[in-house]
């Protein structure tokens, strides 16, 4: 088996287990320090959830949980930062978290590291120009972060981050010495390896309209060199593994598209008659609503998946 050459640089997940359940799950990711694992529970939630704690590794945040709220349905959230990701010594025993209920993993990064100048800035610029990140489709736009300090450092993105796919490259080497606040000179090093040499490629992955497997965890190579042509040129010779997108995803988009014509079309009028009966919605949607299906949506499928 060849060794893996990509890490993970975050992983979210979510789950309908209990908090404690899953920070038991989670603590033989990091070994036998899984005990240094612990909560620290904050005031409030993000994004809705009406609770949250601080995920810590000894003295260290390395990610969040958030739970609880009405709308969560149960969900308990769970993000882990790069830095925790360092921090994991046992992909494998993922399986306790992968086991927990209804666990989904809905963000992964993935990232590959490369030393020697294998690839740096201007070969990323021109494998965009050169369709190694097209997939089908309009071709991704590509953003470039210069700043005037030629010791900061360079990013590229690729996409858009509210998509399922995003890319980012970056001179890692600049990064670190900068985040230090230390001087660059001609002759710095890392390891023995020329800092301008040294250049990460990442791909963040989410679950918006495709499902992430868990296998993603163990076959990660094969996932990074599958999101575009050029990642395939960085780790040649694999079979590249692709996201495939969830089932249920284009009945969801059919359905929700005919819902935004009816409010285009007839939601001024459907809000005066609301106010007009009072405010009374069932009595409205009585004198409205048919008897009949749209053919177009069931042969689109729509029955077939829950809507929520």
């Known amino acids: 088996m060849l060794p893996i050459k990509t890490t993970i640089d975050w992983l979210g997940y979510r789950t309908q287990a209990e908090v404690p359940a899953v920070l038991e799950a989670m603590r033989g990711m990091f070994g036998t ?19 949250g704690a601080a995920l810590r590794f000894a003295d260290q945040v390395i990610g969040r949980l958030d739970y609880g709220g009405e709308q969560q349905r149960g969900w308990v959230r769970v993000n882990v930062t790069g830095t925790g990701c360092e921090n994991v010594a046992d992909w494998d025993a993922i399986e306790a978290v992968e086991a927990l209920s209804s666990a989904q993993l809905r ?33 991704p736009t590509m953003q470039q972060i210069i700043s005037s300090d030629p010791n900061a450092g360079r990013s590229i993105c690729v996409g858009s981050r509210r998509g399922d796919k995003y890319f980012r490259g970056y001179e890692k080497g ?21 800092i301008r040499g ?24 094969q996932y990074f060199t599958g999101c575009y042509p050029f990642l395939g040129e960085l780790l040649p010779g694999l079979e590249a593994d692709i996201l495939m997108r969830r089932p249920e995803r ?29 405010g009374d919605i069932t009595r409205l949607m009585d004198e409205i609503v048919g008897k009949d299906h749209n053919k177009a949506l069931l042969e689109a499928g729509v029955l077939n998946f829950e809507h929520v």
Not at 174 to 194: M, N, R, S
Not at 260 to 272: C, F, M, P
């Open 33 to 51: 320090h899984g005990d240094w694992l612990n909560l620290e529970y904050l005031p409030r939630g993000k994004d809705g959830f009406a609770q």
């Open 107 to 139: 963000r992964t990064d993935i990232a590959l590291t490369t030393w020697r100048n294998e690839v740096n800035h201007e070969r990323v610029e021109r494998a965009h120009g050169h369709g190694g990140f097209n997939g089908g489709g309009r071709p």
């Open 174 to 194: 600049l990064q670190l010495y900068g985040k230090q606040g230390l001087p660059v000179a001609h002759d710095t090093t890392i390891e023995g390896h020329p």
């Open 198 to 221: 040294i250049y990460r490629c990442e791909v963040e992955l989410k679950a918006k309209e495709t499902v992430i497997p868990w296998e993603l965890i163990e076959r990660r190579d």
């Open 250 to 278: 284009g009945p969801q988009l059919e359905l929700q598209a005919a819902i935004r014509n009816v409010r285009t079309q007839y939601g001024a009028t459907l809000y005066t008659a609301l106010v007009c009966y009072g």
